[in-house]
């Protein structure tokens, strides 16, 4: 087999494996409540997001294909790690380790230019340091929050989950928008107010 033969192969299988991203079910549920949102459809929309609000960053000259890359593969550890849902303390404990083996393994099956570059790409989304992780953990909050709303809190109330809590735990995403954080501290006001989210 050729250097490029052997290369692409590899790419075809980090390609093939990717598809079990469509398996890993996230507690959201669509905006029609009729199922579970699963972690491609999750990034699909991200990326849509991505573009669409990119002009709310707060950092105005953000790289749109570095936010892209992040969003696209920041859940792909998940084929392995399983979704841990962002209420649960108990699983939370153990997920950086479970995520870092996950990206270990899946971007190990690259061609090692790409796997240094995709586990770059992850490492940055992780750290939420950089404008462009910044923003694509912004989209990554405000996601389900919009499909818990539009799903009339089924998920929060599935698992007893508080505004404070909501609060709490999404008041990050005013560090990569804080246009995208008034949008969400109006949808938790609604939330409160329609009676799908208990103040407390």
């Given amino acids: 087999m050729s250097a490029n033969q052997d290369r692409l192969a590899q790419q075809m299988a980090f390609i093939i494996e990717a598809d079990k991203l469509k398996n ?17 459809e999750h990034s699909w929309h991200l990326a849509l997001m ?5 002009e709310h960053a707060n950092d105005p000259d953000l ?11 920041h859940d792909i550890v998940e084929i392995d790690a399983g979704d841990t849902y962002i209420y649960d303390e108990e699983h939370k404990q153990d997920q950086a380790l ?12 690259l061609p090692e230019d790409q796997a240094k570059s995709f586990r770059a790409d992850w490492d940055e989304f992780e750290a939420g340091e950089s404008p462009e992780a910044r923003f694509s953990k912004a989209i990554d909050r405000l996601h389900p929050m919009l499909l818990n709303y539009l799903a009339g809190g089924k998920t929060w109330n599935k698992h007893g989950v508080v505004a404070t809590q909501v609060h709490a735990i999404n008041q990050k995403i005013g560090r990569g928008s804080d246009t995208l954080w008034a949008y969400a501290q109006d949808l938790i006001q609604k939330s409160i107010s329609e009676g799908i989210l208990p103040a407390k």
């Fill in 50 to 54: 991505a573009i669409t609000l990119y």
């Fill in 98 to 109: 479970r995520e870092q083996q996950a990206a270990d393994r899946l971007f190990g099956m």
């Fill in 24 to 40: 890993i079910f996230r507690q959201s549920y669509i905006s029609d409540e009729s199922r579970r949102e699963n972690d491609a």
């Fill in 63 to 73: 790289d749109l294909l570095k936010i892209l890359r992040m969003v696209i593969i």
